[in-house]
């Protein structure tokens, strides 16, 4: 199993930041997949899911109406796309399997994200 995620960065408040998750070694299509944060000091956090057609999405509470997963099955790939960004969004953001709200077992090497104020 593989994740790769990527498309991090620094952005001003206020901005949009698109990540991509690279998945491999796995039935991607067969998974519910989602993404997951760490912030400086903090416990890693759910951020939102997809369904395994991507039909049907959720976010936490943090983000909804900011953030939209989506995923494209025939590239076996993830997406976060975050607009609205805020400082308390500043963290390393990982893509991974999920069953509820919990992550899978395999976690990529997670990509960057810093919000300035």
Sequence with gaps: VQLVESGGGLVQAGGS???SCAASGFAFSMYVMGWFRQAPGKEREFVARIDRSGGST???DSVKGRFVISRDNAKNTLYLQMN???P???ADYYCNSVVGTAPGNYWGQGTHVTVSA
């Design 17 to 19: 930041l698109r990540l």
């Design 84 to 86: 609205s960004l805020k």
């Design 58 to 60: 959720f976010a936490a």
């Design 88 to 90: 308390e969004d500043t």
